[in-house]
């Protein structure tokens, strides 16, 4: 592109500072939307806002007059283009600067509703504190009679426990004393057994001895009654 005055240079910063103040309208929008009040800070991001549109409204008019004294034609009717594009996009970011700026005020309206509502109650929180607290102080005497006596109940309980217990030592320790006494007669009852093994076995062996000293006598007997020459 070419300029009456001037070369190529101011006609990519002015578009370059055109896209900036888009940019930052947009994001001064969103603000607006996220608004929480209270309308004094609305009024100074609206204040922002026009600032923007304002400069940026100058940069369209400089590139709409950059493009008319441009010397080729098809680099006016680009820039025209350019131009054309911009204002509309300057429409549309208008719009959602109303549409913002609606939906701020109705919340903080909302907010407002609901923190008078929210004053209201608490007026009728403080009517009746005094009858919730004289309520509460009752309730804990009672709650704290009952705990005392549950307490007194647990220490009768656990005295039981400790009698109880002290039973249960003395038998076990009587019937440990009868183990005892068990455990001896048992290994002698296991002494006795191992001994009437042993006396068993001893006999088996002299049984057997006897038996196989008897066959050899018989056979003996046999053998020169019916071989005496052998």
């Known amino acids: 592109p070419k300029m009456a005055a001037g070369g190529p240079v101011p006609v990519r910063v002015c578009h370059q500072e055109i896209v900036k103040f888009d940019l930052e309208i947009k994001a001064a929008v969103q603000d607006i939307r996220e608004c929480p009040g209270p309308l004094g800070a609305l009024a100074e991001l609206n204040a922002a806002v026009k600032d923007k549109f304002r400069r940026l409204r100058g940069r369209v008019q400089e590139l709409e007059q950059m493009a008319k004294e441009q010397d080729k034609e098809s680099e006016k009717q680009a820039l025209l283009r350019e131009v054309e594009n911009h204002k509309k996009q300057m429409l549309s970011n208008q719009a959602a600067w109303r ?20 004053g209201r109650d608490s007026l009728r929180q403080r009517k009746t504190t005094k009858e919730s607290l004289a309520e509460s102080a009752s309730n804990i005497t009672e709650s704290l009679m009952g705990i005392s006596r549950m307490m007194s109940q647990q220490v009768q309980q656990s005295e039981e ?14 019937a440990n004393e009868e183990f005892k006494s068990m455990s001896g007669t048992i290994q002698l009852g296991r002494k006795l057994i191992t001994k009437y093994n042993r006396r068993e076995l001893t006999d088996k062996l002299l049984i057997f001895l006897a038996l196989a000293l008897f066959l050899a ?14």
């Open 161 to 174: 426990t400790v009698q109880t217990l002290a039973n249960s030592s003395r038998t076990i320790l009587e």
């Open 217 to 230: 006598t018989v056979l003996y007997i046999l053998k020169k009654r019916l071989f005496p020459f052998l």
């Open 99 to 118: 549409k913002a700026n609606l939906a701020c005020k109705i919340a903080i309206d909302n907010s407002e509703k609901d923190q008078l509502l929210q």
